[in-house]
């Protein structure tokens, strides 16, 4: 039996996230609108190595001072010795190695032909452990590369080095367009580009041969809608690139123009309500599956007086005012108004925590005390509250057939009849993750393969998504959206609660899979879908009519002010600086998710409503379609550009000495 070498180094710990990454030094900035708690990041072209019984650590230092060097006479020597070891029997030296094996060490650096030979020695159980360790460190090293926020709409976007230019121009072959705006790098990949237009005309040809014309032309339910999101997050995507502004609000912008050019519905008049019907729903789903599943409960314990107030009272407090200037101008109906005050009160999840995640990336608030965290727990409770309220709401207005009073009553059984629900379904859902887990054996690590970890978050994201959809347009016929609001946050908060408190690795691992798939699907599908085909919805001319915008523009800005200085004071009893309770209201007026998803919910409900007065809420619902646009439009890129502005300049730097007594007098340098 073959044993290491006298000389050959021990294995030492090294701590996780010791590995460096090969990108450049300067960060990459973390585009908003792209991001969530959990992220997928990609993990190809990356070559890395773990730690296992009697194999030596390499230098994985990729810092231009430390460069790669050669193998010592005495590593070499090793080498031969371990090939001669890991042969059959008849011990052939080094050189006389098969040529697959040659040409396969050949493809090595130098410094990794002890580790080739000693995980060739390795039986079954080692080398099970040495996967289970790589899968591992992978995921806690790479997972904190720089991530571009990239999305298939989007052009891919680098910082340039301090001796790059800054504002550059340049073409590069194959075809690669580089667009340096204030020291970021644009890529265009002009021959990609040509290629998946080439390859949208065959799609396009393809479904025009089977669907038929009267599908896949100009007005035209397919090609219309298939127009239109490709337009929408292309061009909305690559201007917010540009201005650095989360690209739900280009994507929406560029939609309500393609949808009035040259006039109001020529391009879009085959996205059908019904089409649009379902998007919103499936909208509201995955936001409130997602603010269930970023709800952090750790952070919400050490804070939940604060978390409490930020969550509540700003949205209340915008809620009243807003409602009564809209009863006051519009002459709605006192419910119907603070319909579409409720509405008009959520913040926005998809600009505020990619805000924050993008203010850490660039190494702010990592390591000090400051106010994302709260940020980040607060914005995943606040729309599913708006949510919830302006569905029972909605319902309260529509429910003639029964006493205003008894139907408020009502509400608490509602909201419990939801919890429970959502608790139920999480149990489901949880004992179906089980039994998807239990149809593989463990490896002889006592740990299941990656593979099969990652199929099983497949099937539970999808599960979570189907239940959550199904409770949401089945409770809504009934007029119950409200409490199916609840049941999908219960749903999603139990169901990660229970992975977490079971204690094992795969269910943590299923738990940021599931949260990976949720993020991935909004970034990439239903945000596009949901922003540009809500924009549909808006007319320009009536949106700008001297009847509506003046109104509009008063109930916008009416509620703002003391929903920002309800927020100032909600993080009163935190250590943060007077500065940072200023970027917490500057953050809190962020406002578009919420707003898009439900915006069509009373004009829709009226479709379905059979009293006389149908056309007077037809009238107003697509009034507070024209409301929520604005509001969009105004607040969502007030939040954006306060979040890039503001941030750094506020939260001290994570390299920057602490001192507590100076942090809550004065704003950091």
């Given amino acids: 039996m073959s044993t290491e070498p006298a000389d050959a180094p021990q294995v030492s710990a ?19 609108g792209n991001l969530s708690s959990n992220h997928s990041f990609s993990r190809r072209n990356v070559s890395f190595c773990a730690r296992a019984p009697d194999i030596s650590v390499i230098n994985t230092t990729t810092d231009p001072e430390h460069e790669r060097t050669a193998p010592s006479q005495a590593e070499a020597q090793d080498d031969e010795q371990g090939a001669a070891e890991d042969d059959p029997p008849s011990g052939r030296s080094f050189a006389n190695l098969s040529f697959g094996y040659r040409q396969y060490l050949a493809d090595l650096s130098p410094t990794l032909h002890h580790t080739y030979h000693a995980l060739r020695r390795m039986d079954e159980a080692e080398r099970a452990a040495l996967f289970e360790a790589t899968y591992t460190l992978s995921e806690t090293s790479f997972s904190l590369q720089d991530y571009t926020g990239a999305s298939w709409y989007q052009p891919k976007i680098t910082e340039v080095d301090d001796a790059a230019p ?25 021959h990609s580009y040509a290629f998946r237009m080439a390859f949208v005309v065959l799609l396009w040809f393809f479904m025009w041969t089977i669907l038929g014309p009267a599908l896949v032309e100009l007005k035209g339910l397919v090609f219309d809608c298939i127009l239109l999101l490709i337009v929408s997050s292309v061009l909305g995507g690559t201007i917010c690139r540009l201005l650095q502004l989360p690209p739900l609000i280009g994507v929406f912008i560029i939609a309500l123009m393609w949808a009035n050019i040259p006039f109001p519905g020529y391009l879009t008049s085959g996205v059908s309500k019904d089409v649009k019907k379902i998007v919103s729903g499936l909208g509201v789903t995955f936001i409130l599956l997602r603010c269930g599943s970023g709800i952090k409960f750790a952070t919400a314990k050490t804070m939940v007086a604060n978390v409490a107030m930020l969550s509540t009272l700003p949205l209340i407090c915008e809620c009243v005012i807003h409602s009564f200037v809209c009863e006051a101008l519009f002459g709605y109906p006192r419910t119907l108004a603070f319909a579409q005050g409720m509405l008009m009160s959520a913040t926005s999840p998809s600009v505020v925590y990619p805000g924050a995640l993008w203010i850490q990336s660039r190494g702010y608030g990592n390591k000090t005390p400051g106010p994302l965290p709260l940020l980040m727990t607060c914005c995943a409770i606040d729309p599913a509250l708006v949510i919830w309220g302006t569905n029972f709401i909605v319902g309260l207005v529509f429910n003639t057939d029964q006493n205003l009073g008894l139907a408020i009553a009502l509400g608490p059984i509602q909201c419990l009849g939801g919890v429970v629900l959502g608790a139920i379904l999480a149990v489901i859902v949880f004992g179906c993750t089980e039994l998807l887990v239990s149809e593989a054996l463990p490896l002889s690590t006592g740990r299941y393969s990656p593979k099969h970890i990652e199929t099983i978050s497949l099937y539970v994201a999808a599960l979570l998504t189907m239940t959550a959809a199904g409770s949401y347009f089945f409770c809504g016929k009934y007029n119950l959206a409200g409490g199916a609001s609840l049941a999908i946050i219960t749903e999603a908060f139990v169901f990660m609660n229970l992975l977490t408190a079971s204690g094992k690795h795969h269910y943590d691992r299923i738990k940021n899979n599931v949260n990976g798939i949720l993020a991935n699907i909004w970034d990439t599908l239903m945000m596009p879908l949901l922003f540009s085909f809500a924009a549909t919805n808006i007319k320009l001319p009536d949106l700008f009519s001297a009847e509506f915008f003046p109104k509009a523009l008063a109930c916008a800005v009416s509620g ?45 409900t009226a479709l379905t409503y059979k009293g006389a007065d149908q056309e007077y809420y037809l009238h107003a619902g697509k009034q507070i379609e024209r409301q929520a646009a604005l509001m969009v439009c105004l607040c969502a890129p007030l939040g954006a550009i306060a979040i890039a502005t503001i941030g750094p300049r506020v939260l001290r730097h994570d390299s920057d000495p602490f001192d507590p007594a100076a942090e809550t007098t004065a704003a950091p340098s």
């Fill in 14 to 32: 090294v701590p996780p996230g010791a590995l460096r990454h090969s990108h450049s030094a300067s960060p990459q900035p973390l585009e908003s």
């Fill in 166 to 190: 800054r504002w550059a121009i340049a073409v590069e072959a194959p075809a690669n367009l580089y667009l340096t705006i204030n020291g970021r790098c644009i890529t265009f990949p002009l």
């Fill in 560 to 604: 703002l002010p003391l929903r920002g200085i309800c927020a100032f004071f909600c993080t009163f009893g935190q250590p943060y600086s007077m500065p940072q309770r200023g970027l917490v209201t500057a953050m809190w007026l962020a406002k578009a998710t919420a707003q898009v998803s439900l915006m069509s919910l009373v004009y829709n």
